[in-house]
């Protein structure tokens, strides 16, 4: 595998029905690298959750995958509202997510849970007004 490979994603924030592409090429990517099925998992969710979010609250935003030697990092960041409590947030079943959302069967407040749940380290900077950046890592098997 090679260190140090980089994957760049646009997330639409204008187009529901693309929500959830770039976590499908990724999937795709980290396959064709030989990755173990469940790394492969838990990143695929980690990063659905996070494209989810973005066009749910942000209008979209960028995604960026790396894949090292030791880990896979995602870096997802979005000129959204922000997140006012990121504690209140991190809450299972807490969220700001339309009723309009809702009837889609999203924003059932489970998007944030799920992104720490599959990912060994998660670290989220947000300041309301301005955006957000969660970083994400996921470590590879030895």
Do not use: C, W
């Not at 396959?31 to 492969?40: F, K, M, N, V």
């Not at 979010?53 to 960041?77: Q, S, T």
């Amino acid at each position: 595998m090679s260190e140090g490979l980089s994957f760049h994603f646009d997330v639409d924030g204008e187009d529901f029905t693309s929500a959830g592409q770039a976590s499908v090429q990724v999937k795709k990517d980290l396959r064709r690298l030989g990755l173990d099925p469940e790394t492969i998992r838990r990143v695929s969710i980690a990063m659905y959750e996070g494209e989810i979010n973005m066009v749910i609250h942000a209008g979209g935003g960028h995604a960026e995958v790396r894949v090292e030697e030791d880990a896979i990092y995602i870096i997802l960041e979005d000129k959204g509202p922000g997140i006012a409590d990121i504690e209140q947030a991190m809450q299972a079943g807490f969220s700001t997510a339309p009723d309009t959302i809702r009837s889609l069967g999203f924003g059932a407040g489970m998007g944030l849970p799920n992104m720490k749940r599959y990912t060994d380290d998660m670290d989220i900077q947000s300041t309301v007004g301005v955006g957000t950046r969660i970083t994400m890592r996921v470590d590879l098997p030895r």
